[in-house]
């Protein structure tokens, strides 16, 4: 019987994890599914042969179009007119 190697022993072969995700952009989250939701999201997995995470980025960006990050660009420091600065909120002294 092979004896369990500590995990900084462990080659990169040996690992768990997917190599890549991390390096490629990929946000790591938990998430609470139900029991039949997860059997789903592995039967499709399965059959599909695609990663459980492409499944849901897929069902997330598809069901949730609405809310779309957008960019805001602040204006750029000389964009400040020159003169007295006011604090907002202070009454004038």
């Known amino acids: 019987m092979p004896v369990k190697q500590p995990m900084t022993e ?3 072969r ?10 490629s952009g990929w946000q790591k989250l938990g ?5 039949d939701a997860a059997r789903r999201l592995d039967l499709a997995s399965l059959s599909k042969r695609v ?4 499944i849901l980025t897929n069902l997330v960006l598809a ?5 779309v ?5 602040a204006s750029p420091v000389s ?7 006011e604090l907002i909120g202070t009454s004038p002294a």
């Open 14 to 23: 040996q690992s768990t994890r997917r190599p890549g995700k991390r390096e």
């Open 79 to 85: 964009a400040i007119p020159d003169g007295p600065l």
């Open 51 to 54: 990663d459980r995470s492409e």
């Open 31 to 35: 998430v609470y599914l139900s029991p």
């Open 69 to 73: 990050l957008s960019a805001r660009v």
């Open 63 to 67: 069901h949730l179009p609405a809310y």
């Open 10 to 12: 462990r080659t990169a």
